[in-house]
Nanobody, 118 residues
Framework: VQLQASGGGLVQAGGSLRLSCVAS????????MGWYRQAPGKAREFVAS????????YYADSVKDRFTISRDNTKNTVYLQMNSLTPEDTAVYYC????????????WGPGTLVTVSS
């Protein structure tokens, strides 16, 4: 499956952004989807994930209650709504996919940069 994320940009602290990730090449609803991020000088970290139907979601503690992951299987798209952004959220955000029977995310998009200014 090929992934293409978009929606990153520059935003002031306290602002919002919505990231989108479009998948192609396979049956989208067969894939768990996730968002990860990598800040400058830091390791990639988990942000959020969503189940095949969208009925279950999971979040890192650092983004819980501020970010919302969702998916539209009719559009092969997963979203990440980010509210109350802080400079600590500055990172390259990657969407990832893993097939329903796989243990790890093994499909990654090229990432989209989010910069939050103070």
């Amino acid at each position: 499956v090929q992934l293409q994320a978009s929606g990153g940009g520059l935003v002031q602290a306290g602002g919002s952004l919505r990231l989108s990730c479009v998948a192609s090449g396979r049956t989208f609803s067969n894939y768990f989807m996730g968002w990860y991020r990598q800040a400058p000088g830091k390791a990639r970290e988990f942000v959020a994930s969503i189940s095949l139907s969208g009925g279950s979601t999971y979040y890192a503690d650092s983004v819980k209650d501020r970010f919302t992951i969702s998916r539209d299987n009719t559009k092969n798209t997963v979203y990440l709504q980010m509210n109350s952004l802080t400079p600590e959220d500055t990172a390259v955000y990657y969407c990832a996919a893993r097939r329903w029977n796989a243990e790890n995310y093994n499909y990654w998009g090229p990432g989209t940069l989010v910069t939050v200014s103070s």
